[in-house]
């Protein structure tokens, strides 16, 4: 089955970095498109980056921040966030979907639980 598991998140001073990852198992990752959204609270989850097919789309003001990259070796894709701000407080989550890359999260098919990042100034 399709199973996606985001981990690293944390609690980071503001500037500081942190990198996320989000493990696939059930499928190839590289037959996928995998996203990063978050979601903070009372905010409509927004999405962040996907990668598929060896090309990466950022889709918010973070794109000068966050990098995403993938190790399909490991089946894991990673988010690198580097001088965080308390606005990028949320919990962060890796979604898949068969075709394409999209930054509307209902697009997605699969999702993982998501990991909390707390960034304090």
């Known amino acids: 089955d399709v199973q996606l598991q985001a981990s690293g998140g944390g609690l980071v001073q503001a500037g500081g970095s942190l990198r996320l990852s989000c493990a696939a198992s059930?499928?190839?990752?590289?037959?996928?498109?995998i996203g990063w959204f978050r979601q903070a609270s009372g905010m409509e989850r927004e999405g962040i980056s996907c990668?598929?097919?060896?090309?990466?789309y950022y889709y918010g003001s973070m794109k000068d921040r966050f990098t995403m990259s993938s190790d399909n070796a490991k089946n894991t894709v990673y988010l690198q966030m580097g001088s965080v701000t308390p606005e990028d407080t949320a919990v962060y989550y890796c979604?898949?979907?068969?075709?394409?890359?999209?930054?509307?999260?209902?697009?997605?098919?699969?999702w993982g639980q998501g990991t909390q990042v707390t960034v304090s100034s």
């Open positions: 979604a898949a979907d068969r075709f394409s890359c999209s930054n509307w999260y209902l697009q997605y098919d699969y």
């Open positions: 990668i598929k097919g060896g090309n990466t």
């Open positions: 059930g499928f190839t990752l590289d037959d996928y498109a």
